[in-house]
């Protein structure tokens, strides 16, 4: 059986899921990501099935959002 994957179909990844972004977490299947290309990224969250991949600024970076889940 083959891997969900759009590559292995011969379909293009959305284009507007950046290539840079990396998801971190989720919470219900919705994504935290971060920049790569950012030195000092800050994390980013999107609600999945909305059409589009509309990014919004969470946390100013990776420790801030770190803080709540390591108390």
Same mark, same amino acid.
């Given at each position: 059986?083959? $891997? ?20 971190? $977490?989720?919470?219900? $299947? ?8 950012? @030195? ?19 946390? @100013? ?11």
């Amino acid at each position: 059986m083959a $891997a969900n994957n759009p590559f292995d179909q011969g379909k293009p990844m959305d284009p507007g899921f950046w290539k840079d972004y990396l998801v971190i $977490a989720d919470r219900n $299947a919705d994504p935290f990501c971060i920049d790569l290309s950012l @030195e000092k990224s800050p994390v980013y969250f999107v609600l999945h099935g909305t059409g589009g991949w509309e990014f919004t600024e969470e946390f @100013e970076d990776f420790n801030s959002f770190l803080k709540p889940i390591t108390i």
